[in-house]
């Protein structure tokens, strides 16, 4: 190698932009969309604003590299711990060493797991030690399809999340028919059809003919999505958005919302085949992504402009929210108990409830609590799946379990 060749010899700009291809391999496998093009721009983006503004910097980086709201997180932590943000870099390293968690450290913001093995991985002049095959006897060990079911969305890696997003595909939901006014022949039928008898007889001319009979049609009932996307919802979202495109391309009659400071409705948006074009419609759509929640708000909007258009015929309220409101549940329960008189049944999924000790203690929570008939864990494949058991069978309208939280709740 020549002297010009040696990283001594390199020319500032030749840094740079070696640099900013390592971060968007870091990107990249942290789960973000970023190719050679993305990295031109990125170049060219920092060679417009400069270097003399550590702000400029970032903003420059990230109006190139994001393209959809629910990245911008995973950007901001990769983008501190690779250009030396000392907090976050010490929460990483806490993460890549096996160190033991105390109490004091519970109540620091915690730093993604997809962020640290994307960095871990993409550090650039780190070679990876070689891996030695071990042979393990696995008889009675958990698979890793198993373990990642029951694992929370928010601690997931980025591999981890594709082959959830992969499995949320597959899901299916379906729910118990109901009855409605509607006839169809039946010759066992509970009720005699006149009109089907009078043709018989015409057609016999005149003479005695059996009874036609008839019974009630059944089909399944309108389901209606409420999402909570506002700041304290972001890491679940993500993957909730997967979970309404596989259930709107599932079933019909399906139509989802979301809202965070305003209401938004993104049945359109979903209705897409392809999941990614979903995803990133709604993303351009919806104003107010990770920002404050209003919920009782959100709920005033649906049900003054969208219940009568969408809540005939019995249909079924999935509300997915942690009921952390902005306005102190200002309002929520009249508006909670209206939409809950609207519907077949309305069913709360919290992804709080994945705690041991929750306790209903919010003002957002206690007031929504009477007027659900179902409350439910929102966090992981297998709580979405025993969703689906859950709905897929005709049941109470107020589930036995919800007594044990309206006593805390008023307690």
């Known amino acids: 190698m020549s002297a010009a060749d040696t990283p001594a010899a390199r020319k500032p700009g030749d840094r740079l932009a070696l640099n900013l291809m390592h971060f968007a391999r870091a990107l990249r496998a942290a789960g973000l969309p970023v190719g050679p093009g993305k990295l031109l721009e990125a170049i060219e983006a920092v060679e417009?604003?400069?270097?003399?503004?550590?702000?400029?910097?970032?903003?420059?980086?990230?109006?190139?590299?994001?393209?959809?709201?629910?990245?911008?997180?995973?950007?901001?932590?990769?983008?501190?711990?690779?250009?030396?943000?000392?907090?976050?870099?010490?929460?990483?390293?806490?993460?890549?060493?096996?160190?033991?968690?105390?109490?004091?450290?519970?109540?620091?913001?915690?730093?993604?797991?997809?962020?640290?093995?994307?960095?871990?991985?993409?550090?650039?002049?780190?070679?990876?030690?070689?891996?030695?095959?071990?042979?393990?006897?696995?008889?009675?060990?958990?698979?890793?399809?198993?373990?990642?079911?029951?694992?929370?969305?928010?601690?997931?890696?980025?591999?981890?999340?594709?082959?959830?997003?992969?499995?949320?595909?597959r899901i299916a939901l379906p729910v118990a028919e109901?009855?409605?006014?509607?006839?169809?022949?039946?010759?066992?039928?509970?009720?005699?059809?006149?009109?089907?008898?009078?043709?018989?007889?015409?057609?016999?001319?005149?003479?005695?003919?059996?009874?036609?009979?008839?019974?009630?049609?059944?089909?399944?009932?309108?389901?209606?999505?409420?999402?909570?996307?506002?700041?304290?919802?972001?890491?679940?979202?993500?993957?909730?958005?997967?979970?309404?495109?596989?259930?709107?391309?599932?079933?019909?009659?399906?139509?989802?919302?979301?809202?965070?400071?305003?209401?938004?409705?993104i049945t359109r948006h979903l209705r897409h085949k392809d999941v990614d074009v979903a995803v990133d419609a709604v993303s351009q759509a919806v104003a107010?992504?990770?920002?404050?929640?209003?919920?009782?708000?959100?709920l005033r909007s649906f049900n003054r402009v969208w219940a009568r258009r969408v809540l005939g015929q019995g249909a079924i309220v999935l509300l997915i929210t942690d009921g952390l409101d902005r306005d102190a549940g200002e309002g929520l329960a009249d508006e909670a108990d209206r939409l809950h008189k609207s519907c077949r049944r309305l069913v709360w999924l919290n992804p709080l409830l994945r705690w041991e000790g929750f306790a209903p203690k919010s003002s957002g929570i206690r007031a929504l609590l009477p007027h659900v008939d179902d409350f439910r864990a929102a966090h992981s494949l297998n709580s979405l799946a025993e969703l689906a058991d859950v709905l897929s069978r005709e049941g109470p309208r107020r589930h036995e379990g919800m007594r044990r939280w309206l006593k805390e709740a008023a307690g």
């Open 178 to 265: 109901a009855t409605t006014r509607r006839f169809r022949p039946d010759p066992s039928g509970p009720r005699v059809d006149p009109r089907a008898t009078l043709r018989r007889m015409l057609r016999a001319g005149g003479d005695l003919t059996d009874l036609a009979r008839r019974r009630r049609r059944t089909r399944p009932p309108p389901l209606v999505v409420l999402c909570d996307i506002s700041g304290s919802m972001t890491r679940y979202s993500r993957m909730l958005l997967h979970f309404m495109h596989a259930v709107t391309n599932d079933r019909d009659r399906v139509h989802s919302f979301v809202f965070g400071t305003r209401l938004t409705n």
């Open 48 to 169: 417009a604003v400069g270097l003399g503004n550590r702000a400029d910097f970032y903003w420059a980086l990230h109006a190139v590299l994001v393209t959809r709201h629910d990245q911008s997180e995973l950007f901001d932590q990769a983008f501190h711990v690779f250009w030396r943000n000392p907090d976050i870099l010490k929460r990483m390293m806490a993460m890549m060493l096996p160190t033991v968690r105390t109490e004091a450290t519970t109540n620091q913001p915690e730093m993604s797991q997809r962020v640290a093995d994307a960095l871990r991985e993409a550090a650039p002049g780190v070679e990876a030690p070689e891996k030695t095959e071990i042979e393990l006897e696995a008889s009675f060990t958990v698979s890793a399809a198993e373990r990642l079911q029951s694992k929370d969305f928010e601690t997931m890696t980025a591999a981890e999340m594709a082959e959830a997003k992969r499995m949320l595909a």
């Open 288 to 298: 107010d992504w990770s920002g404050g929640t209003r919920i009782g708000s959100a």
